[in-house]
């Protein structure tokens, strides 16, 4: 099986329909100093309980990360969220399944250890947030025009364009990929028992299989390119790990506010501001303070059923149309 399978046309009754991506969730050696990490990152907390911390973003969702105590640092698992009561039921059939039980951000949950032993949640039931945006920190652009009288090109009139500095909020997690240990079965999986659909296929300049970013298929309605994708294993980055989680904020202007106070405060940038290809978000990536990468990502393409899959091949450090070059991971 592979992507050439097309596993994600062939029937199969208990597929699982998700919604969208919740959390993820991490394990830390150090929960207050990650907590200063996280919040600096624009991460909310929201509550504590058994040794974790929970966090939020500005979006709906009650949870957009969980820090839990761990002896070494330790990726804990991505959480989606399924249609409903059914489609959890669902998932406790597919291989690698526990039965449901509660979750602490609310409603219930399954967990799932896919085949790279790397576990996959399912949650139903979460009691969502009032959707709370910051004030906006930009004011409209001004364009060029023949006379300075055209409103709408500069509709700025009078205001200047002076923006606050510091801590940039989030408002969800928007996606998270994993390095798989056998990418055809991993693609498989997730393609055969939930409602994943291939965005766009990179290939390398050898024809090989690099990676395949995956949208939630939701028919004709939009969902973002890619809320979950699967790679192959890239330089140190070892099989069976996940590769990035990436966070949403609310403009360009705020990634570099963002990526200015992030440097400021001394922690290590990996990669960015530049602009991906595949999905067009502009992207800032970043290490946090256990080695994992976490993306601050914006301005996202959006795809539905009637998008056609892309067949891209290209160098593995080309991903960006502007930016700097993706460095070696060390």
């Known amino acids: 099986m592979g992507v050439k399978d097309e596993p994600w046309v062939k029937e199969n009754p208990d597929r699982v329909k998700l919604l969208g991506p919740v959390c993820v969730a991490y394990g830390h050696p150090d929960l207050e100093r990650t907590h200063t990490y996280l919040t600096d990152?624009?991460?909310v907390e929201s509550f504590r309980k058994d040794e974790a911390i929970y966090y939020r973003g500005y979006g709906v969702q009650p949870v957009a990360?969980?820090?839990?105590?761990?002896?070494?640092?330790?990726f804990l698992g991505v959480?989606?969220?399924?249609?409903?009561?059914?489609?959890?039921e669902k998932a406790t059939k597919i291989p690698g399944a526990g039965a449901i039980s509660d979750f602490a951000g609310g409603g219930k949950v399954v967990q799932i250890i896919d085949p790279s032993g790397i576990p996959f949640h399912v949650v139903c039931g979460l009691e969502k947030r009032e959707f709370?945006?910051?004030?906006?920190?930009?004011?409209?652009?001004?364009?060029?025009?023949?006379?300075?009288?055209d409103v709408e090109a500069k509709p700025r009139r009078g205001v200047?364009?002076?923006?606050?500095?510091?801590?940039?909020?989030?408002h969800k997690l928007g996606h998270c990929g994993l390095i798989a240990k056998d990418f055809d079965i991993s693609f498989d999986f997730y393609c055969h028992h939930f409602n994943f659909k291939p965005s766009d296929v990179v290939l390398g300049p050898d024809g090989s299989m690099m990676m395949v970013f995956l949208h939630v298929d939701l028919g004709k309605s939009y969902s973002e390119h890619h809320s979950f994708f699967v790679a192959q294993p890239q330089g140190p980055l070892p099989p069976g790990k996940p590769h990035h989680a990436a966070f949403e904020v609310n403009s360009i202007e705020?990634?570099?506010?963002?990526?200015?106070?992030?440097?400021?405060?001394g922690y290590t940038s990996f990669w960015g501001v530049g602009r991906h290809i595949e999905g067009s978000q502009?992207?800032?990536?970043?290490?946090?303070?256990d080695g994992f990468l976490i993306e601050h990502y914006t301005d996202g393409d959006l795809v539905n059923e009637?998008?056609?899959?892309?067949?891209?091949?290209?160098?593995?450090?080309?991903g960006n149309n502007w930016g700097p070059a993706l460095p070696q991971i060390k």
């Open 254 to 265: 705020s990634q570099f506010i963002g990526h200015d106070y992030l440097s400021h405060k």
């Open 132 to 149: 709370t945006p910051p004030k906006e920190n930009c004011q409209p652009y001004n364009f060029p025009s023949p006379t300075d009288d």
């Open 160 to 170: 200047f364009h002076r923006m606050k500095k510091g801590i940039i909020p989030v």
């Open 306 to 318: 009637d998008t056609p899959i892309g067949w891209i091949k290209r160098d593995p450090k080309d």
């Open 41 to 43: 990152f624009g991460l």
């Open 65 to 74: 990360y969980i820090a839990k105590k761990t002896a070494v640092p330790e």
């Open 79 to 88: 959480y989606f969220e399924a249609a409903g009561l059914t489609d959890l």
């Open 282 to 289: 502009v992207f800032d990536y970043w290490f946090d303070l």
